[in-house]
């Protein structure tokens, strides 16, 4: 089986204080990182013993995951396992990066946010200059909120030429045509993140070759349908594992409409779907005009 999984543990605790994030600055006690840990740890050792399947695993923790050891440790210790096939985690990069030296590079990829205001810029480019110089598979981004876009432009202008940096429109955020283009400018992209998508009775592939798993282990087509599948411990998730449609009126997370297969976006993203890497991408900020042919057709 080609499985695809979101881990969510319970940690919830994040070391920036993002006025946009319901999750900045809170604190797990002692007890929760304790629980979170032996979760996470639970999981691994679940998939370390599926060698039957080929997964592919994105951890997607409400808090920052890199700054705890135990995450550090398990990305490292799974980009190793030859059944995996892609492990990838989303981060605020806060974290020290020699724990790469510990991971294979060919399997393990950084999804990277820039929080403005959260950690000097400087701090954060070198970071992704880091991971460039040590081939470490990543993207870069930032919330398209109308005080971030000289960051961006400075971001975009400072990465690397193949770094790929995405834009993520605000939760509640109206934009403008004259704001989209500014966005698109550095992220052609950017138009399938504008508008919610209509989802409703539309196939997804959540459900079938991609699931959402928590820390016990319960199991959901996605981050977004509360409703569930089975355990993941006890396998009874498999006996649900079927072609799906959406049960929501929209879709408005990219972890969740990347799998709407009304959406071109597992070719557009083909090889790096988990850590938002387009197939092809040409200079600086430049998508593949094929891509940009898509966007006209589903904007």
Not at 218 to 231: A, I, P, W
Not at 276 to 299: C, F, N
């Amino acid at each position: 089986m080609d499985l695809t999984i979101l881990y969510r543990g319970p940690l919830a605790s994040c070391d920036y204080d993002c006025p946009y994030c319901p999750f900045a600055k809170r604190r797990d006690t002692r007890a929760q990182l304790t629980a979170d840990r032996a979760a996470l740890e639970r999981f691994a050792a679940w998939a370390a013993a599926q060698q039957d399947d080929r997964l592919s695993l994105l951890f997607t923790p409400w808090g920052e995951g890199l700054v705890r050891s135990w995450y550090r440790r398990t990305l490292a210790e799974l980009s190793r396992l030859p059944h995996v096939r892609r492990v990838a985690i989303q981060t605020n990069l806060s974290c020290r990066t020699d724990w790469l030296d510990a991971a294979d590079l060919d399997t393990l990829a950084l999804w990277c946010t820039f929080h403005p205001g959260q950690t000097p810029y400087d701090r954060f480019l070198a970071k992704c200059h880091d991971l460039a110089g040590r081939g470490v598979r990543h993207s870069v981004g930032v919330v398209g909120l109308p005080e971030h876009l000289e960051h961006a432009r400075r971001l975009r202008a400072d990465l690397p030429a193949q770094v790929y940096l995405w834009v993520n429109a605000a939760e509640g955020h109206t934009y403008t045509d004259a704001d989209a283009d500014r966005w698109s400018a550095l992220d052609p992209l950017f138009p399938y993140s504008r508008h919610p998508h209509r989802s409703a009775g539309l196939p997804c592939r959540t459900g079938e070759s991609v699931i959402s798993v928590d820390g016990d282990g319960t199991v959901r087509r996605c981050h977004f349908v509360r409703s569930e599948l089975g355990n993941l411990y006890d396998g009874s998730y498999r006996r649900a594992l079927r072609p799906r449609t959406c049960p929501l009126t929209t879709c408005d997370c990219h972890i969740g409409y990347v799998h709407l297969e009304t959406l071109p976006l597992y070719d557009i993203f083909a090889g790096g779907v988990l850590e938002r890497i387009p197939a092809r991408v040409q200079g600086r900020g430049s998508a593949d005009p094929a891509d940009r042919t898509e966007l006209s057709r589903h904007d």
